[in-house]
């Protein structure tokens, strides 16, 4: 079946632009997260939905960063006034659920460079 | 000091050739453990889970040891295919961590001819 889609796969944007990124679970998945892979590191966490309730968004970097998902399926990460400490990878991914024998699953990521 | 540490490499080794990665944790509530695979420019897929008992795939044994708080993969009969970034990754589960996962730094394997 479908894995998780993520758009655009790419993305340069100038410093002080806003940027939306999408993220599309895989069907029936409750759980959805959001991780920041900058360079030469691991992913770090950003932010958790389960269904359409934010849960923790304790690893947004600053108030720049926005995430929702209001029906509980598609995702969007937005970053405002974007600076070039923005520039990562930013990977979305789905479980079924939130325990801990649920898999979870990543998109491919879209790669963001602030120019 | 990072949540899970691990020793970046690069490993540079032969095919054939047996490699052995560590990884420390320092959360002592964490509860699950995982080596995750990510290819170049590719998303991060999951290798195996690991146990304190220590469990084996095939060519990969993974191995818990709790009281150290240390987590450890190896790989033996190396292929040119294992050539990747290796992420050691724990998740805690409970309170309000709703099962996110802590990655390492990643440890880079390049397995040569």
């Known amino acids: 079946g479908a894995g998780v889609s993520q758009s655009p796969r790419y993305k340069v944007a100038k410093r002080g632009q806003d940027v939306a990124l999408r993220c599309d679970p895989i069907?029936?998945?409750?759980?959805l997260f959001w991780y920041q892979q900058a360079l030469g590191q691991g992913p770090e966490f950003l932010t958790y939905?389960?269904?359409?309730?934010?849960?923790?968004k304790s690893g947004l970097p600053s108030d720049r960063f926005f995430a929702e998902r209001p029906e509980g399926s598609v995702s969007t990460l937005k970053i405002q006034r974007t600076q070039q400490e923005d520039s990562a990878v930013y990977l979305c991914?789905?479980?079924?659920?939130?325990?801990?024998?649920?898999?979870?699953?990543f998109g491919p990521g879209t790669r963001l460079t602030v120019t | 000091r990072k949540e899970v540490e691990q020793d970046p490499g690069p490993f540079n080794v032969p095919e054939g050739a047996t490699v052995a990665f560590n990884c420390t944790y320092s959360n002592s509530a964490s509860q699950s453990f995982f080596w995750y695979r990510q290819d170049c420019r590719k998303e991060p897929k999951l290798l195996m889970s690991?146990?304190?008992s220590g469990n084996e795939d095939g060519r990969f044994t993974a191995q818990l040891n709790r009281a150290s708080q240390y987590i450890s993969l190896l790989i033996r009969d190396s292929k040119l295919s294992d050539s990747a970034t290796y992420l050691c990754?724990?998740?805690?589960?409970?309170?309000?961590?709703?099962?996110?996962?802590?990655f390492g730094q990643g440890t880079i394997l390049t397995v040569h001819p």
């Open positions: 069907s029936g998945h409750v759980s």
């Open positions: 991914a789905s479980s079924l659920a939130s325990q801990v024998k649920y898999e979870q699953y």
């Open positions: 990754v724990v998740r805690n589960a409970g309170g309000t961590s709703y099962g996110k996962l802590t």
């Open positions: 939905f389960q269904n359409e309730a934010q849960l923790d």
């Open positions: 690991v146990y304190s």
